[in-house]
Each structure stands twice: as structure tokens, then as C-alpha cells.
């Protein structure tokens, strides 16, 4: 990605406080984002945020990165609240499904001109070149 870019973290089902950053440091598409992961769980409007971030990505495709954190999995988000939250505002776990799905594709890191690479918690140490992490099997729930 081109810099300039903001960089986002943890947003964790805040809904309004995502709608806040924007209001604070630019709309999409005027402002680039990249946001690393942990979209879901904890807050009360999981499913609100992470339905913006996939419009704002159909709509904007250049302009916001997702990236996949340890909550964008099934293991995490049914213990910490995005499956609950999913079962109560659509009565099924259909919802919850479908993203769990969506999240598999999200990508592990990004690069700001080659000189910034954004990714969610870190990876393992024996992980040491771009092409090792394009090797990772992302498809799948995270072991």
C-alpha cells in the first residue's frame, strides 16, 4: 500500500468508535486505512462493525486493508462474543458462519511502500521472508 495510510488496531465491535476515528481522521475514500485485525468480540456491535468494513472494502477496494487477527477466528470469536451476538440479533448462527468464512481470506500482513509491515500480533520467529508468509496456509481456522 501507498503511503499516506492510517493504521488501525483492535477495534473489537466498537462500533461508534469506529464511526468516531473516521469522523476524527478521515472518511473512506479520502483517508487509506489499514486495519489489523480483532474486528469482533467484546463489544456490543461486532456484527455492525465487521458489516461496514466488508461494505467499505466492496465499495473502496484500494482504500482499506483487512487484516486477519487471532478474533477472526471460529475458536476465539464463539468464547469471546461475536457468536452469541450473531445468534441474537439474526436468531441463527448463519451470520456468524459466513464471516467466519469471509475472515479465512482475510490476508495475515501488509506493506506500506516496503518499508512498514503492518500484521496482528506478530508471527512465529522462524517466519523470516515475505515469501514464507505467502506460504502459510491462510485458508483455514487458525491452529
Wanted: charged share 25%; hydrophobic share 35%.
Amino acid at each position: 500500500m501507498q503511503a499516506p495510510v492510517t493504521v488501525c488496531g483492535d477495534i473489537h465491535g466498537q462500533f461508534y468508535d469506529l464511526l468516531e476515528l473516521f469522523h476524527n481522521a478521515g472518511e473512506v475514500p479520502r483517508t487509506r486505512y489499514i486495519f489489523i485485525g480483532d474486528f469482533v468480540d467484546r463489544g456490543f456491535n461486532s456484527c455492525e462493525t465487521v458489516q461496514l468494513f466488508l461494505l467499505l472494502k466492496l465499495k473502496y477496494p484500494g482504500h482499506i486493508t483487512l487484516l486477519r487477527g487471532n478474533h477472526e477466528s471460529r475458536q476465539v470469536s464463539s468464547a469471546y462474543g461475536f457468536y452469541d451476538e450473531c445468534v441474537k440479533k439474526y436468531g441463527n448462527l448463519n451470520p456468524w458462519k459466513y464471516c467466519t468464512e469471509v475472515f479465512d481470506y482475510l490476508p495475515l500482513g501488509a506493506s506500506i511502500e516496503d518499508k512498514v509491515f503492518c500484521i496482528h500480533g506478530g508471527l512465529s520467529p522462524e517466519v523470516r521472508t515475505f515469501d514464507q508468509i505467502r506460504e502459510i496456509d491462510r485458508f483455514r481456522e487458525i491452529p
